[in-house]
Nanobody
Framework: QVHLVESGGGSVQAGGSLTLSCVTSGSPIRGYYTGWFRQAPGREREGVAQIERDGTTTYADSVKGRFTVSKDNAKNTLYLLMNSLKPEDTAMYFC????????????????????WGQGTQVTVTS
């Protein structure tokens, strides 16, 4: 079992930066595939970034070069550094964990990871 709690969301102007954190408890995150998803109003939830157990990262095309996912296994905390934010990045951001990959090169992003946080809102104004 993994319990995840996100923080760090807020309102920022386009071009600005935010860092989201996801503190986990329960089983250590080093044993899981972890990552971030987001959902904007009226849109389906989409995968944003994944960090695998060995630190390998995967990003959605829309955030490559702007977002960086990382984790601190000792603190059981996941991070998402978001730079050069755009209004289209506005969404509720969720961290997630699963015993299987969150993103597959052939199949894309999974729809329902086993564990989810409650989300943190990011709003980017133009």
């Amino acid at each position: 079992q993994v319990h995840l709690v996100e923080s760090g969301g807020g309102s920022v102007q386009a071009g600005g930066s935010l860092t989201l954190s996801c503190v986990t408890s329960g089983s250590p995150i080093r044993g899981y595939y972890t990552g971030w998803f987001r959902q904007a109003p009226g849109r389906e939830r989409e995968g944003v970034a994944q960090i695998e157990r060995d630190g390998t990262t995967t990003y959605a095309d829309s955030v490559k070069g702007r977002f960086t996912v990382s984790k601190d296994n000792a603190k059981n905390t996941l991070y998402l550094l978001m730079n050069s934010l755009k209004p289209e990045d506005t969404a509720m951001y969720f961290c997630a964990a699963d015993t299987h990959p969150l993103a597959d090169p052939r199949l894309g992003w999974v729809r329902n990871p086993i564990y989810w946080g409650q989300g943190t809102q990011v709003t980017v104004t133009s």
